[in-house]
């Protein structure tokens, strides 16, 4: 299973001009209990979150009646999610398009 390093905790200090080390105790724990979890995500992790959060917003935008000015923020994030998705499931479509592919010419004696 692939990983991604996710440094949103660091990139966040920086951002803030925050020195880890002037970090209190308690808040020192809680960064590095979050950065932990953060440096643990995998691209499984993110499939199910974005599809869940699309799934959210389209029910969501279909109870909408009439012009919401909510509504075009729900789209927008509805269209953002479809497309997340689609990105982070192209390289499963791509294998399973290509070992179809195998199959059929190694059936067809193409391949050795």
Do not use: W
């Amino acid at each position: 299973m692939e990983t991604i390093s996710v440094n949103i905790a660091e990139e966040m200090l920086k951002d803030f001009d925050i020195d880890p080390d002037t970090l209190s105790t308690a808040e020192k724990e809680i960064y590095n209990r979050k950065y932990f979890n953060l440096k643990r995500l995998t691209v499984d992790d993110l499939k199910t979150y974005v599809s869940r959060m699309k799934n959210a917003v389209a029910l969501e935008l279909c109870d909408i009646q009439g012009d919401n000015p909510k509504d075009a923020q729900l789209k927008a994030r509805l269209k953002n999610y479809i497309l997340q998705e689609m990105f982070l499931i192209a390289p499963d479509k791509a294998e399973e398009a290509l070992r179809r592919g195998l199959e059929v010419k190694k059936k067809r004696g193409q391949l050795k």
